[in-house]
């Protein structure tokens, strides 16, 4: 879903005195027609096209379908397949349809890989325009070249909702086509299957645009939590921590692009394989736009050695960082031309519950209140509305609330 003006996210959760320190830059302690002979006659109303119908599939144990491979050799382009709650092994497919929408009923649809693939690429395999999948759950995907994926995304457009990828050598994996959007709302991706640096969370390869809103990112092998080489992205309300897990970079846009970063927890594990936290440019700026606003983000660095908040390339047109909490190393190198304020370093113990990753503000605190406006990109306002909410949801910030630094306003 594309972030509005008053509801970014294109879309899972959300001090002590002592916990303030000198800030960051600024650094202190979200035709009408013309007719020539022929004149147009009004319709009558039994003339009136009856709207259309669409094609509805049971999928179940118990339904004239069974399975999901057999739906996807019937579904056309606009079925909309129900699929009953229960375990689906090695029942995989690929889905070529347009206007496809596969919603479980019932409760979760697990899709379990029991050996099997589809294509060699995953248990998914995508190519329709505007297709949407809810309620799945994608578990053990496992392909010959190692990078098997829950949902392997060739071409056209997807909409995942309340899905689920455990286990799996890659959660979701993208080629590299412009045309390609993908949107993703309230989805938990991990823990991923051990591997050897090719085991993303999620790897978005370089299409157009990229929204990721109220999910939940965790417990990370080698490879990354969040990986995108998409033109556009809006990274909005988000949970990535890799807690005892041991990824690499957290959040990582390697050839650049726009990335809105807004109202996102971001947590470094203390066995991390890499010391960023977020990274950008590093595989060199490819495209025509590279800015990257991160703003009103709460990043927790617990590499005991220190870890480094953001890694980015010489050359970025725009980098702003304004109304961050961090906490960890107390240091962010601020580099040529960046805008950096109302940025503050805090200590774990300003946070509710730092150890369970509940990054609210102490009542205590005095940093409510200290944000400042950011301002909009693209007509889309980088002020946070909503909040994340663990697990994957989002909670809406009440009008009137004091605006503050960090992800969690209320």
């Known amino acids: ?12 959760a959300l001090t002590t005195r002592r916990g303030l320190c000198k800030g960051l830059g ?9 007719l020539t002979s022929v004149q147009a006659l ?9 709207p259309k119908v669409l094609k509805v599939l049971k999928v179940g144990p118990q339904e ?43 409760g979760r649809v697990r899709v379990i890989a029991n050996g099997a693939h589809a294509q060699g690429k995953g248990l998914f395999v995508c190519t329709g325009d505007r297709q949407r999948i809810e309620g799945f759950d994608f578990i053990g995907a496992r392909v010959p070249d190692r990078n098997g994926a829950g949902i392997r995304l060739e071409r056209g457009s997807l909409s995942l909702r309340d899905c689920r990828f455990t286990d ?37 390869g370089a299409i157009g645009r990229l929204s990721v809103t109220g ?54 594990s203390p066995s991390t394989d890499n010391f960023h936290l977020i990274a950008y440019g590093n595989e060199g700026l490819a495209g025509p736009r590279h800015e990257l606003h991160l703003i009103n983000n709460t990043l927790i660095d617990r590499r005991k050695a220190g870890g480094v908040y953001l890694r980015a390339a010489a050359g970025i047109q725009k980098v702003r960082l304004i109304n961050n909490l961090l906490a960890g190393k107390q240091e962010l190198k601020p580099g040529a031309g960046w805008e950096q304020h109302h940025n503050y370093f805090v200590n774990l ?52 609330t004091p605006y503050s630094p960090g992800a969690f306003q209320v």
Request: hydrophobic content about 40%; overall charge negative.
């Open 1 to 12: 879903m594309a972030p509005g003006a008053q509801v970014p996210g294109d879309a899972d």
């Open 26 to 34: 600024v650094l202190v302690p979200l035709s009408l027609l013309k």
């Open 42 to 50: 009004p319709t009558r109303p039994e003339a009136t096209a009856a």
């Open 64 to 106: 004239a379908i069974r399975t999901l491979a057999a739906a996807a050799a019937q579904a056309e382009a606009g079925t909309v397949i129900e699929v009953r709650a229960g375990d689906y092994p090695g029942d995989v497919a690929v889905w070529p349809q347009h206007d496809l929408t596969l919603r479980a009923v019932g």
């Open 168 to 204: 799996n050598e890659n959660g979701l994996l993208s080629a590299n086509d412009p045309s390609i959007t993908l949107d993703i709302e309230r989805c938990e991706f991990g823990p991923i299957a051990p591997g050897e640096g090719r085991t993303h969370n999620c790897y978005v």
């Open 215 to 268: 999910s939940y990112f965790h417990h990370g092998q080698s490879g990354h939590l969040l990986k995108t080489r998409a033109a556009v992205n809006h990274i909005f309300y988000n949970r990535l921590s890799d807690e005892t897990g041991r990824a690499s970079f957290e959040l990582e846009f390697p050839n650049g692009g726009l990335a809105l970063v807004v109202g996102n927890l971001i947590q470094q």
């Open 349 to 400: 113990d300003s946070f509710i519950h730092a150890d369970q990753l509940d990054a609210r503000l102490r009542l205590d605190s005095p940093l409510f209140g200290r944000a400042v406006d950011p301002s909009s990109v693209d007509g889309i306002s980088l002020r946070p509305t909503r909040q994340y909410q663990h697990p994957c949801a989002l909670a809406d910030v009440p009008p009137g």
